[in-house]
């Protein structure tokens, strides 16, 4: 099985532009019931990246609280692990346990193709025990 085939595909994408504050950030996150977001290439020959709640409640703790001084750019991952799609999966799960992440960006060509995650790849396992 592909990367391809399991990932969450661009256009279910939650994204945030890096300039935006984290109070944005976590409204984005609450209203798509999500726990992160793709932070949005300034350019294109700029890499994409992740902003987590875990980033977020990191901060948070570290700043007493003040979100409304922080903005997504001093927060998230840049660059991030990225894979293709045609890349197996067991490969891509060996590479996110090695590197202790549970999301990764699907990127072919230089353009964001999707995200694949941990539970996307468990519940294919467990799916495949129940057939």
Do not use: C, W
């Amino acid at each position: 099985m592909l990367v391809k085939d399991l990932m969450v595909p661009k256009e279910k994408l939650v994204t945030i532009d890096p300039l935006a504050n984290i109070r944005e950030a976590l409204k984005v996150m609450r209203t798509n019931h999500v726990k992160s977001l793709v932070v949005e290439r300034s350019n294109d020959h700029d890499a994409y990246g992740m902003l987590t709640f875990k980033n977020i409640l990191y901060s948070i703790v570290a700043s007493d609280g003040d979100i409304d001084l922080l903005r997504v750019y001093d927060l998230y991952s840049k660059p991030t692990i990225q894979l293709s799609g045609e890349l197996d999966v067991k490969y891509a799960a060996q590479m996110m346990m090695k590197s202790s992440i549970k999301r990764i960006l699907v990127i072919d060509n230089n353009q964001l193709q999707g995200i694949l995650t941990m539970s996307d790849i468990l519940e294919a396992v467990m799916a495949k025990l129940d057939k």
